[in-house]
């Protein structure tokens, strides 16, 4: 509980208290590495990092001064109602509406039972001989988790639960089974990774990859037993076989791209030879960003407040990758040795990257470059210096963006390249310098790069709004000498505003750009969400 005032001083150690039992030798060392100390009262401290949310009294929760490891309303996505409703909204689907073609392609179809109409969709739905999977919205572990064989066993359950007056149906959701899922030496897998809300006032989000965990038992998907379904280490250790055989319930990246390519996957399906380490990869990420942003108007972003997130994606034979769940507690545990080698390096990485956003913050500093920044890769950023910086960010989903999101694919050409482009202004604006007096801005040089000429330009960008078309990228970057490469062809504009910093508590203007997506034609058209 957050009782006591603490300052928030330089000079001293900084004191932190850990609750639960899911990694704390992880958090704790990590945290001592960096010179924090255990604090000796649980009540005095400045960060806290434990495993539920119902710990930290958010109405005494000090911003600014204390960290917290979640967000309040972060269940908004780590249940499993709130996850299907976020993204429901999110792409404008329904029980009852055809779901965006997105949405279908990674979310198997699912309903709600505490809702009548979906309850009764489902019961139309459901075949004679289908398989499902009936989960309880708000547990991990594989806990309450029971697969439903066909329409008469769900109409048996749902009326079972009727006669016994219990309410729980309205906590309950049923999914369909994957049916066909990828099998690796004939047993089922998931794949972990994670999403780092490394600070949520302003968002500094990131992706990070992470393993496979595997069930020990060959798949059978007329098997009762769960542990040949569910692949999570809280079941698979229940196995009688789990500790001579443990190491083999978790591969890494590495181990998964060497067993496509040795039992000829690779080659048979024309995947690339690093596939895992680039189209899954970056499918992956795509899908962690559009959670997030599924969810970013429901979260309640405080200054000191983060979170880490762990996605269980999963393969079918055709290597359609289809989401499972959002875990907010995920686990920290080192029974393998992968998990060994992974775990501290996340855990050291994603407590350096919080606390230097939450220092940075308070002390009024920029927030980039992040220097404990090493194998997470921001995806999301609302942070007012990200252009001034030079950060660039994947254009994950252009139709649905408020931050700043630039292409970053190191020497390769993407499919999708965007350029920030100011809009030409007839005479420099005036503009109010530190001491109150008024100026006006001069137009300065600019150079090949079209994210610093947007940055340099912004003094000189009219607040007035404007329509133009595609002509008027080209004249603009003549005028600005921007320079956009001949393989490009601008194919749509879309318009928007970027706030500029300004004193605390005073209204930021806005300045007015234009956004070019210029699509590159040599490459392939690519499903983006």
């Not at 994957?178 to 004939?186: H, K, T, V």
């Not at 992968?338 to 919080?354: A, R, Y």
């Not at 404990?372 to 994950?396: G, R, V």
Request: proline share 5%; net charge positive; hydrophobic share 35%.
């Amino acid at each position: 509980m957050f009782h006591a005032s603490i300052k928030h001083p330089r000079q001293r150690k900084r004191k932190f208290v850990i609750c639960g039992n899911n990694g704390n030798a992880l958090v704790e060392k990590a945290l001592v590495n960096k010179g924090w100390v255990l604090s000796e009262n649980e009540d005095l401290f400045h960060l806290k990092w434990t495993e539920l949310k119902s710990h930290i009294d958010y109405e005494k929760f000090q911003e600014g001064k204390q960290l917290a490891n979640h967000i309040s309303t972060s269940s908004c996505i780590t249940t499993k109602s709130g996850l299907l409703n976020s993204l429901r909204s999110y792409f404008g689907s329904s029980a009852f509406k055809e779901p965006a073609s997105e949405f279908k392609k990674f979310f198997p179809e699912t309903y709600r039972l505490g809702d009548c109409r979906e309850q009764e969709k489902l019961l139309n739905t459901i075949g004679k001989d289908e398989l499902w999977i009936c989960k309880p919205t708000n547990s991990n572990q594989g806990k309450g988790i029971f697969l439903i064989k066909g329409k008469k066993e769900l109409v048996d359950y749902i009326d079972r639960r009727k006669k016994q007056n219990k309410a729980r149906n309205s906590t309950r959701i049923v999914q369909r089974y994957i049916a066909s899922p990828l099998l690796l030496n004939g047993r089922k897998f998931d794949i972990r990774v994670y999403l780092l809300v490394g600070s949520s006032r302003p968002y500094n989000v990131f992706f990070h990859s992470g393993y496979l965990r595997l069930a020990l038992n060959r798949y059978d998907n007329g098997s009762d037993d769960l542990s040949t379904h569910l692949t999570n280490q809280y079941l698979q250790k229940k196995h009688p076989n789990y500790l001579g055989f443990k190491n083999d319930t978790v591969w890494s990246m590495e181990q998964f791209q060497k067993y496509l390519d040795d039992e000829g996957y690779t080659e048979r399906l024309g995947l690339k030879p690093d596939w895992v380490f680039t189209d899954l990869h970056e499918r992956m990420k795509t899908l962690a960003y559009t959670v997030f942003r599924s969810a970013q108007t429901s979260l309640v972003p405080k200054v000191g407040l983060f979170d880490l997130y762990g996605l269980d994606f999963m393969l079918d034979e055709s290597l359609n990758v289809w989401l499972l769940e959002v875990n907010t507690n995920p686990a920290l545990h080192t029974h393998c040795t992968v998990l060994q080698d992974f775990l501290p390096n996340l855990i050291d990485e994603t407590l350096g990257i919080c606390l230097e956003l939450f220092d940075k913050k308070v002390s009024g500093l920029k927030t980039f470059p992040i220097a404990s920044q090493n194998n997470f890769e921001l995806i999301y950023t609302a942070a007012k210096d990200a252009a001034l910086s030079n950060i660039e960010l994947p254009l994950l989903n252009p139709e649905k963006r408020n931050g700043i999101h630039f292409i970053n694919r190191g020497s390769e050409l993407s499919p999708i390249q965007c350029a920030m482009v100011p809009k030409p202004s007839k005479s420099a604006p005036t503009r109010r310098n530190k001491a109150g007096s008024i100026r006006k801005s001069n137009n300065s040089s600019t150079n090949s790069s079209v994210l610093t000429n947007s940055a340099n330009s912004s003094a000189n960008s009219s607040t007035s709004k404007t329509t133009t078309d595609s002509s008027d990228i080209s004249q603009t970057s003549a005028s600005k000498n921007l320079q956009v490469p001949e393989v490009f062809k601008t194919s749509t504009i879309k318009s928007f505003t970027v706030p500029n910093p300004t004193k605390k508590d005073e209204s930021p203007p806005q300045i007015p750009y234009k956004l070019a997506l210029i699509e590159v034609s040599p490459c392939p058209k690519q499903d983006i969400l």
